[in-house]
């Protein structure tokens, strides 16, 4: 089987940015607060609400009271639901983002050059998104709670006329459920905008070492090549020797018989 460089790539873990628990957890968040949203708007459409009615109470004439349309034990069940479920979605995504955020690779954190262009514009948009999150976050949260203590407080006896009756506003179960749903959508930007700029601190860390390693690679001295040893079978010096001899011989016989023919 052949091996690709995909199998020699470190695998992603789990607490990583961009891993595939990341892209869950985000996921989840988004689903609490879709529910988070339904439910409010369940809680609003079976809020409770006022019905007054004139009772006249002998010589002393009419007196306005009024009852309860509901025990409110649904729009409380719900608004509870949309309540816990917005605030373990927020608590699970943040812990998450934390964990992923500060075991990044501190060289990373090194090479972060803050006054680029792309590095400003991720931290104003992380800033924003981070800043939105939790306004919205909340914001939905205190209105649930006030949703939550006013459905409570007629659970029993909520047929009974009594002279003053403390229901919830038309809208505020609808705007909680509409800020958790945005809460959640800007946890989903924040978290890209987080992983954007943990990619750009990657490439810049890249880029560092690429210019290290050549301005290493100039900077040491040239070597001198390798020289070739070319290996010579030993020859025999008495052979060499003697041949020689019979040349300068030879030699000196020719110039002998050279000038002998002169005498």
Known sequence: MAVTHADLAPSRRSTDLGSKTGAFI????????LSCFILCLIA???RSQVTWVSTSNGGEGKRNECTYSGSGKAPLLCAAGA???LAIGMVVAHVYMM???SQSPPPALVTWDPDSAPAQSLTWQAGFFFVATW???SVGEILLLIGLSVESGHLKDWSTPRPTCLTIGQ???SAAGVLGLVTAFFYAGLYITVLRAQRLLQDQESVQREVVEAAALHSSPPQSPPRRVIVIPNENPIVRE???SEVTLTKYLTI????????
């Open 171 to 173: 809208g505020l179960f």
């Open 99 to 101: 964990v992923a955020v």
């Open 256 to 263: 002998f018989n050279k000038y002998s023919g002169f005498v």
């Open 242 to 244: 003697n041949s020689q």
């Open 26 to 33: 985000v996921v989840l968040s988004i689903l609490f607060g």
């Open 83 to 85: 309540f816990l479920g």
């Open 135 to 137: 306004i919205c976050f």
């Open 44 to 46: 609003e459409a079976t």
